[in-house]
T-cell receptor, first 112, second 114 residues
Framework: QKEVEQDPGPLSVPEGAIVSLNCTYS??????FMWYRQYSRKGPELLMY????GNKEDGRFTAQVDKSSKYISLFIRDSQPSDSATYLC????????????FGSGTRLLVRP | NAGVTQTPKFRVLKTGQSMTLLCAQD?????MYWYRQDPGMGLRLIHY???????AKGEVPDGYNVSRLKKQNFLLGLESAAPSQTSVYFC?????????????FGDGTRLSIL
């Protein structure tokens, strides 16, 4: 079993829809949770960062962490065609090397 | 604003050949990482470095070696390439000692082993 599980999609939605992306994990030592966005033939770029449980909002993006359920989510409101990309969840424990464990990524397509 | 630069961008090798992938960062970051990305597998850590002159194994280190002789450069070597090493390789760097610093990624090297 992988430490981090993520539905690969693809997920296809119409422009303006609310998108929900999710990851589950098995390692209770994970404390830091991130979402990266990766466009085709590009490297991942950090979208959201959350420490421990709770919600964090940044513009159209909201990240949620539920440590009791070992479940994290990313919501995208008013989705745009430019949001079409692969979204990777990543997490790390209290580790001085700051190593990240990534999910396999969910491919999102927002149709105009 | 170069950030993290990976060289080369594409390469085709024959089985048994050797090569070195170069990662250079201009942000004075202490931490550097090499990942491979395969379909359905996400990013998997190969090796990493927590500072100049240091290296450590990640999740999938077999068949690879690394060196960090200069702070700004992190080299990934394949001594005898195998078809199973066909992948997209990403380098990342990270600065600071606080937990909320992101890893910054290059745009990858696409490597095919025939």
């Amino acid at each position: 079993q992988k430490e981090v599980e993520q539905d690969p999609g693809p997920l296809s939605v119409p422009e303006g829809a609310i998108v929900s992306l999710n990851c589950t994990y098995s390692n209770s030592a994970f404390q830091y949770f991130m979402w990266y966005r990766q466009y085709s033939r590009k490297g991942p770029e950090l979208l959201m960062y959350t420490y421990s449980s709770g919600n964090k909002e940044d513009g159209r993006f909201t990240a949620q962490v539920d440590k009791s359920s070992k479940y994290i989510s990313l919501f995208i409101r008013d989705s745009q065609p430019s949001d079409s990309a692969t979204y990777l969840c990543a997490m790390s424990a209290m580790d001085s090397s700051y190593k990240l464990i990534f999910g396999s990524g969910t491919r999102l397509l927002v149709r105009p | 604003n170069a950030g993290v630069t990976q060289t080369p961008k594409f390469r085709v090798l024959k089985t048994g050949q050797s090569m070195t992938l170069l990662c250079a960062q201009d942000m004075n970051h202490e931490y550097m990482y090499w990942y491979r990305q395969d379909p359905g597998m996400g990013l998997r850590l190969i090796h990493y470095s927590v500072g100049e002159g240091t290296t450590a194994k990640g999740e999938v280190p077999d068949g690879y070696n690394v060196s960090r002789l200069k702070k700004q450069n992190f080299l990934l070597g394949l001594e005898s390439a195998a078809p199973s090493q066909t992948s997209v390789y990403f380098c990342a760097s990270r600065g600071g000692q606080t937990s909320n610093q992101p890893q910054h990624f290059g745009d990858g090297t696409r490597l095919s082993i025939l």
